[in-house]
């Protein structure tokens, strides 16, 4: 996945379009790699995401709201200092490479009017947003110096260079002519490869498909005929006519919509194997392409605690159900004590105390003889003892030890109910919730001796099918609990997937008679909201409202019901969109 530097130029000219012109109304950091840029206009209002993470560095307009930490970062603070209020007056990129900068007009703190540059650079885990006045860094998200590189620094005072250039020709300034004698040149390389030794700003996938288009395949270039070489003059020249062009881009996603890769040319090179998405925005591209690796992420980096903590847990109580398992075989041989221990009460007056084993008839056997093994130092009334009390014993064990598999297996279920939904929190008040919910249940212990206070409750999220029921769904299991036992009626249709981790959804009648197609509807977002969202098909249990009940000592979340119908559906993301309520 790379959003490579013909693709940012294209990114640059929407921004151009759309940012110019544009102040700045509020800086966030969100994370430590990510910037947000509140714009506002006369009847306009957006927001410019800036990422330097290493595994999606870019810059584009999103329309998400992303939940920001309590306190500040000192980096936003001084972003804050600097550009609140400021204009964007243009976009520059460093020819076509992967360098992008924002220049604002902006006043100090006496009053005078400044120029200010934002620098983006988009290389990898060298990614970084550099905050620049008159050519001197004022500060940058990821500071560099000596230790980190001996050939640049990035530091605040320090006068702004350029990254070493590479020995690359830009489709901007370069002839294609000259691009074309570059890549001729190099005979023992695949096309592809040569294409990425010679233009600057192309991805792999881009060079692949040059290729694939010029040969159908990737060959080497000294294998190339003059037609061939015609037609890669022609996708050479058709890509730097239309640099500064903003039309389709393209997302390569696979069978199940999970995005590959993207493009700002149509990929062919795949074939039937994947598909291609449209977009006529690459900045709607760009945030559908990453929001759900982003939260993820987000989500791993603020619930990182919890997530160890969940995920030490069930490994835990999977070791401990193992050991009671095997304990619980080795009370499979109980009734052979009982037996050991009548058969030696039955031959009493003939057994005697010294030896190691005693040889008796077993009536439970047409009589034939079997032998007791036997302690020599006891005598056959404390053998017989040890026998009962070890029967017993077992006996007790078995009984507790069922009791306590199955409490450790609707555990791991609650677990890992607990652990899928901190997966799918998409803010700190989610995450806060589930901390709770944990520390209520003694998973988590207050070590300041205090009660926690309660994180704001976020409203269940709300769909409307196309018949018109209100779906609601609950975002964690303590919302669940409320949502199917308080909240809805008893003739409400309750849904949830079956025997997989999931959110509790109801689909509320209000007084009419709930429809077939609401149900499916529902079902559908029950399995997506469920860790089964990846899967094809999804059994959906569902069931009145008035079937549910809380089993003593359940947890969070669990409810049984023994009335209920089973629907298999397949996951949707894009009717999940459309049935949701903004």
């Known amino acids: ?157 320090l006068e702004y260079k350029l990254p070493p250039k590479q020995d690359k020709l830009s489709l901007e300034s370069a002839k294609t002519d000259e691009v074309m004698e570059r890549i001729l040149c190099q005979k023992d390389k695949y096309l592809s490869s040569a294409i990425m030794n010679t233009v600057q700003g192309v991805s792999p996938v881009v060079s692949r498909e040059i290729a694939h288009r010029t040969a159908f395949e990737d060959v080497f270039v000294s294998s190339l005929n003059p037609i061939q070489v015609d037609i890669l003059k022609g996708e050479l020249g058709a890509i730097q006519k239309n640099l500064d062009t903003v039309s389709q881009v393209y997302v390569i996603a696979e069978e199940n919509g999970k995005p590959r890769d993207l493009s700002h040319c149509p990929i062919k090179q795949y074939g039937d194997k994947l598909n291609l998405k449209e977009y006529n925005s690459c900045s709607e591209l760009l945030d559908d392409f990453y929001f759900e690796r982003d939260r993820i992420n987000r989500i791993n980096h603020r619930g990182h605690e919890l997530i160890k903590l969940l995920n030490n847990l069930i490994e835990r109580t999977a070791r401990k159900i193992a050991i009671q398992r095997e304990e619980l075989k080795r009370c499979e041989d109980k009734d052979q004590l009982r037996l050991y221990g009548e058969l030696i009460v039955a031959n009493m007056h003939r057994l005697q105390k010294g030896v190691s084993y005693y040889e008796v008839e077993n009536y439970y056997d047409n009589c034939n003889l079997i032998r007791i093994p036997c302690s020599p130092a006891l005598s056959p009334q404390e053998n017989q003892k040890k026998y009962y009390k070890e029967y017993r014993k077992a006996q007790t064990a078995e ?32 995450i806060s919730a589930i901390r709770m919910e944990l520390s209520d249940g003694g998973y988590i212990k207050n070590t300041k001796g205090k009660k926690q206070k309660a994180p704001k409750e976020l409203p269940p999220l709300e769909f409307r099918s196309d018949d018109g029921f209100k779906i609601l769904v609950g975002r964690n299991n303590l919302q669940n609990d409320k949502l199917s036992l308080k909240t809805a009626g008893k003739n409400d249709m309750w849904l949830h997937t079956q025997k997989i981790p999931g959110s509790h959804v109801v689909i509320f009648g209000e007084g009419k008679e709930i ?47 023994h009335e209920y119908w089973t629907i298999i559906t397949k996951p949707d993301k894009e009717l999940v969109e459309r049935l949701k309520v903004k």
Not at 73 to 83: N, T
Not at 519 to 524: D, F, K, L, N, S
């Open 1 to 157: 996945m790379a959003l490579d530097g013909i693709f940012l130029r294209k990114v640059r000219t929407e921004l151009l379009n759309e940012a110019v012109g544009l102040r700045v109304d509020r800086v966030n950091q969100p994370t430590k790699d990510e910037i947000v840029l509140n714009l506002r206009g006369r009847s306009v209002t957006k927001k410019l995401l800036l990422c330097v993470r290493a595994d999606s560095p870019r810059v584009h307009f999103t329309t998400h709201n992303i939940d920001n930490p309590p306190v500040p970062p000192m980096f936003c603070m001084l972003m804050r200092k600097y550009l609140q209020g400021a204009l964007i007056k243009d976009v520059r990129q460093f020819e076509t490479d992967r360098i992008l900068f924002v220049d604002f007009d902006a006043t100090n703190e006496i009053g005078d009017r400044i120029e200010l540059s934002i620098c983006l650079e988009i290389m990898g885990k060298y990614s970084n947003l550099i905050l620049i006045s008159a050519g001197k860094i004022i500060d940058s998200i990821k500071r560099v110096d000596y230790t980190t590189s001996s050939v640049r620094q990035i530091l605040p005072g």
């Open 399 to 430: 009984k507790l030890l069922v009791d306590l598999i199955r409490n450790g297996e609707d555990e791991i279920v609650y677990l890992e109910s607990v652990l899928y939904e901190l997966s799918r929190a998409d803010t700190d008040s989610e």
């Open 515 to 561: 429809s077939d197609l609401s149900i499916e509807q529902a079902a559908v977002i029950a399995a997506f909201h469920s860790k089964a969202k990846d899967s094809s098909l999804v059994p959906v249990d569902y069931t009145r409202a008035k079937q549910l009940k809380k089993p003593n000592g359940g947890k969070a979340g669990m409810v049984i019901y």
